[in-house]
């Protein structure tokens, strides 16, 4: 063959234009994938249950021929191809689907299935149950506790009042030793005791905080005429009873 003359027409009226060459080669690149992929799956050898299932899809969706018994034996009852079941034609057109099963488990087993996954969720929904009433029992205890060591605090701050006002209203009438140890407040820094003071502090530390301001309160009453809660002094027995509320703070409120 002679050479193509690049002055002639054929060759002027290719398109040259930059990137063409790969887009062309991409797109053959492409088609002959499909290609290979249609042949593969023409050739490809169809397993055992495919085959099945194309035979069988096949046999259900062909209408019943004069061939079958049941078919022939409606069709001497006057049954016509399409019509209702039923003797005033009240009955399905359509037959009864096929439930087709291909699993290996025996019969009821979906049932057992779905039963236990039922009781694993209320399970699950229990425990849920019981950690939520877990955790308000939690919360309960927790505001008691709080709301009990806030008391508490209270009461301590009222026995330390106590204490001072006892330590100073005794002084004033030249008590030098107070009727209990604990009736004053102790010193931070004090000398060792003797071994009788130690069993007294014993003796004095097995009341409660509120046991020990009952006793002070009582005390302050009836020996100064004082009421803690009032801050007043009274000048008698007769006018601390006429005159203050109560003997707590709750009377006070």
């Not at 020996?223 to 801050?231: A, Q």
Request: with cysteine; hydrophobic share 25%.
């Amino acid at each position: 063959d002679e050479e193509e003359d690049y002055m002639s027409d054929l060759f002027i009226k290719q398109d040259v234009r930059p990137g063409l060459p790969m887009v062309r080669r991409v797109k053959e690149a492409i088609q002959k994938e499909e290609k290979q992929k249609e042949a593969n799956e023409k050739n490809r050898q169809k397993s055992i249950k495919e085959e099945e299932k194309e035979r069988r899809d096949l046999v259900l969706k062909s209408a019943l021929g004069n061939e079958n018994k049941g078919f022939a034996l409606l069709q001497k009852m006057g049954y016509k191809s399409g019509q209702a079941l039923g003797k005033s034609g009240e009955g399905i057109v359509e037959p009864i689907p096929l439930n087709i099963k291909t699993g290996w488990s025996g019969l009821g087993h979906e049932e057992l299935k779905k039963r236990k996954a039922e009781e694993k969720l209320e399970n699950y929904r229990q425990k849920l149950h019981m950690k939520k009433q877990a955790n308000e029992q939690a919360a309960d205890q927790f505001r008691i506790r709080f709301k009990t060591k806030q008391e508490e605090r209270k009461m301590e701050g009222d026995l330390r009042k106590s204490q001072r006002a006892c330590q100073q209203l005794d002084m004033q009438k030249d008590i030098g030793v107070p009727k209990e140890t604990w009736f004053w407040i102790e010193p931070e820094e004090e000398d060792k005791k003797d071994e009788e003071d130690k069993e007294d502090e014993c003796t004095s530390s097995d009341l409660s905080v509120s046991e020990k301001l009952h006793v002070l309160t009582a005390y302050l009453r009836e020996e100064h005429f004082y009421c803690i809660w009032c801050g007043t002094t009274y000048e008698d027995s007769e006018d601390l009873s006429s005159n203050c509320p109560g003997d707590s703070a709750a009377d006070h409120d």
